[in-house]
């Protein structure tokens, strides 16, 4: 028996419904976790605007490239995660910066940064430590720079603060994010699972019970029940099946009422072809006395013919 030839509708269908599920919290779970990274990125750069909200409070201070101001604003950037900071003017120079731990900042980090640009970068030590790089624009309110001289003019971005922060937390939050989405996900997973289970019982179920039946009607039996499926194609196909369920117990009705004149008849002629029979029988019997008879009656007679013949001779 060829299985590809002999899987059941049910089993096909399971296949195509499983593969679909498992497509769907593929896809499902790819986008959650998409998802979450681009939050975990937001949840970051959240926080550097946090952190870069005392340098953005003072304008003039970058705006003047005042070293000393700028110096103590990135002092007050002391958080524990909080490895560096520099503090870049509009052209991307460095004004002023704080490194909290010994660290080595690759080049590329500290490549000059376009005035308003916004971006992550992660880095590895020499000492094999992972670092987040965080560049926040520092835009001037509209209100300073109305307050400004007249005749005086300058960018709205007036530079960018540049953060280093230990990977360990921004991990830490990334995972977080992460496995909730994935927690999420196999939520949903299993929604979907239970849903395609009573799905398949929902469609497979009533074709199995439809597919039984027949195979009991081959067989002969046609006392049988046909439950209306609903309104759909497999309501149909009960409904068709009822109506020829019906057509063949008619034909049997009507088979065994001709097979029960057809015994009347045989059993009637049967009994006519006996007592026919019979009687030609006795007219047989009675052919047969009656030569029997008329021989003995000859033969007395030519007895008793021959007797006085042999006397006068």
Same mark, same amino acid.
């Given at each position: 028996?060829?299985?590809?030839?002999?899987?059941?509708?049910?089993?096909?269908?399971?296949?195509?419904?499983?593969?679909?599920?498992?497509?769907?919290?593929?896809?499902?779970?790819?986008?959650?976790?998409?998802?979450?990274?681009?939050?975990?990125?937001?949840?970051?750069?959240?926080?550097?605007?946090?952190?870069?909200?005392?340098?953005?409070?003072?304008?003039?201070?970058?705006?003047?490239?005042?070293?000393?101001?700028?110096?103590?604003?990135?002092?007050?950037?002391?958080?524990?995660?909080? @490895? =560096?900071?520099?503090?870049? #003017?509009?052209?991307?120079? +460095?004004? &002023?910066?704080? $490194?909290? /731990?010994?660290?080595?900042? *690759?080049?590329?980090?500290?490549?000059?940064?376009?005035?308003?640009?916004?971006?992550?970068?992660?880095?590895?030590?020499?000492?094999?430590?992972?670092?987040?790089?965080?560049?926040?624009?520092?835009?001037?309110?509209?209100?300073?720079?109305?307050?400004?001289?007249?005749?005086?003019?300058?960018?709205?971005?007036?530079?960018?603060?540049?953060?280093?922060?230990?990977?360990?937390?921004?991990?830490?939050?990334?995972?977080?994010?992460?496995?909730?989405?994935? @927690? =999420?996900?196999?939520?949903? #997973?299993?929604?979907?699972? +239970?849903? &395609?289970?009573? $799905?398949? /019982?929902?469609?497979?179920? *009533?074709?199995?019970?439809?597919?039984?039946?027949?195979?009991?009607?081959?067989?002969?039996?046609?006392?049988?029940?046909?439950?209306?499926?609903?309104?759909?194609?497999?309501?149909?196909?009960?409904?068709?099946?009822?109506?020829?369920?019906?057509?063949?117990?008619?034909?049997?009705?009507?088979?065994?009422?001709?097979?029960?004149?057809?015994?009347?008849?045989?059993?009637?002629?049967?009994?006519?072809?006996?007592?026919?029979?019979?009687?030609?029988?006795?007219?047989?019997?009675?052919?047969?006395?009656?030569?029997?008879?008329?021989?003995?009656?000859?033969?007395?007679?030519?007895?008793?013919?021959?007797?006085?013949?042999?006397?006068?001779?």
């Amino acid at each position: 028996m060829e299985w590809r030839l002999q899987t059941s509708l049910a089993a096909k269908f399971d296949l195509v419904l499983l593969a679909a599920v498992a497509l769907a919290i593929t896809g499902m779970l790819a986008f959650l976790i998409w998802d979450a990274e681009r939050d975990a990125r937001d949840l970051l750069l959240e926080r550097g605007r946090t952190l870069a909200a005392a340098v953005a409070a003072e304008p003039l201070a970058l705006y003047s490239k005042d070293a000393a101001q700028l110096t103590r604003l990135a002092r007050q950037i002391s958080e524990r995660d909080v @490895a =560096y900071v520099r503090i870049l #003017g509009a052209s991307g120079e +460095a004004l &002023a910066s704080r $490194l909290a /731990r010994p660290i080595e900042i *690759p080049s590329r980090v500290l490549a000059v940064r376009r005035a308003g640009s916004q971006g992550i970068v992660t880095f590895r030590d020499a000492s094999g430590a992972d670092y987040v790089d965080l560049v926040i624009p520092i835009e001037a309110r509209d209100e300073w720079l109305r307050s400004l001289p007249p005749g005086v003019r300058t960018s709205r971005v007036l530079g960018s603060v540049q953060l280093g922060l230990d990977a360990t937390a921004a991990r830490a939050a990334t995972a977080a994010v992460r496995n909730e989405a994935i @927690a =999420y996900g196999a939520l949903i #997973g299993l929604a979907l699972a +239970a849903a &395609a289970i009573w $799905l398949h /019982r929902r469609l497979t179920r *009533p074709i199995a019970d439809l597919a039984a039946l027949s195979r009991d009607i081959a067989d002969g039996d046609f006392d049988q029940t046909v439950l209306r499926q609903g309104r759909d194609e497999v309501g149909e196909l009960a409904e068709a099946l009822d109506v020829m369920l019906e057509r063949l117990r008619d034909y049997r009705t009507q088979v065994e009422d001709h097979r029960r004149d057809l015994e009347i008849q045989v059993r009637d002629r049967t009994a006519d072809l006996e007592r026919r029979t019979e009687e030609a029988v006795e007219l047989a019997r009675l052919a047969d006395e009656a030569n029997r008879a008329k021989s003995q009656f000859l033969a007395n007679m030519s007895h008793e013919i021959r007797t006085p013949m042999n006397g006068v001779m």
